[in-house]
């Protein structure tokens, strides 16, 4: 009877101990859902995420767009925090570095690093993106952007190995061997994606997601 008496205890302890880690996955936000389309996903970016079709190429799933014409992401911030995001993905557009070269690059990486310490703050997960690269020659754009903008890249892979963080890297997925954005995927101003290149570009987003859960 004593021997059954302790099993019954010993058991009874374990329950408890699992009931107390279910309880804390359930209110630690830094455990969501496995499952990818119970998330609050914003996409935090410029030209290139407003004109993404998210119904055409995300159904089914929570994906939201915070718009913000400038480099500096920080600035959006409280439209961010007001969706109530789970993952939160930051990009700057190629646009925003200076065609002349001699973009101020410690800024920009100041600005992601202080958007990821907001995302972490909230319980939330933050992704980072590559800048797409751009077709030099084409638009305005040009070698020497082309140039600070693969110096920005690299940082940002670094900084998410670094850090523990996702990283969707949409320039490796979209970049020719030369290191620029193909013709077939741009409509002439050497920038912006077309269809073909969102195309390239959507099969990249979800497995990257699931991931980062």
């Not at 789970?86 to 100041?110: H, N, Q, R, W």
């Not at 703050?121 to 070698?143: E, F, K, M, S």
């Not at 693969?150 to 969707?168: A, E, G, H, K, P």
């Amino acid at each position: 009877m004593r021997c059954k008496g302790r099993i019954v205890l010993l058991l009874l302890v374990i329950l408890t101990a699992w009931c107390q880690c279910k309880k804390a996955d359930k209110n630690n936000p830094e455990n969501p859902s496995e499952n990818l389309s119970d998330q609050a996903v914003v996409f935090v970016g410029a030209s290139i995420t407003e004109n993404w079709d998210f119904d055409h190429y995300f159904s089914g799933y929570n994906f939201q767009k915070v718009i913000h014409y400038d480099w500096d992401k920080t600035q959006a911030w409280d439209q961010v925090q007001a969706l109530h995001p789970d993952i939160v993905l930051v990009k700057i557009c190629g646009a925003y570095f200076y065609l002349e070269g001699g973009t101020p690059l410690d800024e920009f990486e100041s600005s992601v690093q202080t958007m990821v310490g907001n995302i972490r703050n909230l319980g939330a997960i933050p992704v980072l993106c590559t800048t797409l690269p751009v077709d030099v020659g084409y638009g305005d754009c040009t070698q020497a952007q082309l140039n600070d903008l693969r110096t920005f890249n690299d940082w940002v892979r670094s900084y998410c190995s670094s850090q523990s963080i996702v990283l969707m890297d949409y320039y490796q997925r979209i970049a020719e061997a030369s290191g620029q954005l193909p013709r077939a995927y741009h409509d002439g101003d050497g920038l912006h994606p077309n269809s073909a290149g969102y195309d390239v570009l959507s099969p990249l987003v979800i497995p990257t997601l699931e991931s980062a859960l």
